[in-house]
C-alpha cells in the first residue's frame, strides 16, 4: 500500500547536556494510505511528539519524515506552514472554532487563508457527511460541542489533505457523543478513502481505528490490527500506566 507519511529513526530531545530529554528514540513507521491509525501509550510516552513530528508542526533532532514523496527536514517554517495548510487536516481536542464566524466560514477558514475558492459541490458534500445539514448559518455557540467537533472535522478535510490528525479529538465530549465523532472518522476513512492518525487514551476510541501503535519511552513498543477494546485496554495496562 501506498505510505502518505513515512518516520525512519525519528528521535526528538527537547533540551541538551544533562537536561535533556528524548521524547522520541529512533521511531520508523508508515502509516498506509486510506487507514485508521491510532496511537496510545503511557503519559510521557512521546505521543503528542510523535504527532507533531509526523505532522510538521515540529522538526525531528535526527531521522527523516516524509509526506507523500515530501522530506520535511531542511524544509523553513514558511515552508512548513503551506504544506500543513494544503496537505494536512487537524482536528484537536478544544474544537478551535471563530466564534464570530459561521459553520460554513469555519469550514472554509483554511482555503479563505490560502486565497483559495470552495469548490461548492465539495462542501456540500462534507457538510451533508459531518451531518450539519440545516447548520450552516449558525455560529458555535448556537451548536453543541458535538456539533462544533463535526465543524471542525469538516473544516480538516475541506482542502482535501492527504491525512487528518487528531490529537484527542473525542477528549471534551460526553461518551455518546464521542462515539458519535468517531464514527464519523471510522466513516470518513472508509467513505473517502481518508488517512487519519488520532492520539488518544481511551481503548474504545482505539478500537475504531484499523491499527493501533503503542507507545512507551520514545519508541514504538507493539502495534495491533483489528483492535478490540478490551485488549487494547489489556496491552495497555502492560505499558505499565494509563494516560
Known amino acids: 500500500m501506498t505510505e502518505v507519511v513515512r518516520l525512519n529513526a525519528v528521535s526528538k530531545v527537547y533540551g ?6 528524548a521524547a522520541l528514540r529512533e521511531v520508523s513507521v508508515g502509516i498506509p494510505a486510506g487507514t485508521f491509525t491510532a496511537i496510545m501509550g503511557p503519559s510521557g510516552s512521546g505521543k503528542s511528539t510523535f504527532l507533531h513530528c509526523a505532522a510538521g508542526l515540529d522538526l525531528p533532532t535526527s531521522g527523516s519524515v516524509r509526506l507523500g514523496g515530501t522530506e520535511l527536514a531542511g524544509m523553513n517554517e514558511t515552508q512548513l506552514t503551506e504544506l500543513r495548510r494544503k496537505r494536512v487536516g487537524f482536528v484537536f481536542q478544544a474544537f478551535n472554532l471563530v466564534g464570530s464566524l459561521t459553520v460554513t466560514e469555519n469550514i472554509t477558514l483554511p482555503l479563505t487563508l490560502a486565497g483559495v475558492r470552495p469548490d461548492p459541490a465539495w462542501l456540500a458534500e462534507i457538510v451533508r457527511r459531518v451531518g450539519l445539514d440545516g447548520r450552516a448559518g449558525h455560529r458555535p455557540a448556537q451548536l453543541s460541542g458535538g456539533q462544533q467537533q463535526r465543524v471542525a472535522i469538516a473544516r480538516a478535510l475541506v482542502t482535501r489533505p492527504e491525512v487528518v490528525f487528531g490529537d484527542e479529538p473525542t477528549g471534551a465530549l460526553d461518551t455518546m457523543t464521542a462515539r458519535d ?3 464519523l472518522l471510522r466513516e470518513v476513512v472508509s467513505g473517502l478513502g481518508q488517512t487519519v492518525v488520532m492520539v488518544t487514551h481511551d481503548p474504545v476510541a482505539a478500537s475504531y481505528a484499523d491499527t493501533v501503535l503503542f507507545l512507551a519511552d520514545g519508541r514504538i513498543v507493539d502495534s495491533m ?16 500506566a494509563w494516560t
Open 181 to 183: 465523532v468517531l464514527v
Open 16 to 21: 541538551k547536556g544533562h537536561g535533556a530529554v
Open 225 to 240: 490490527s483489528a483492535p478490540a477494546a478490551d485488549k487494547v485496554a489489556e496491552r495497555m495496562t502492560r505499558l505499565g
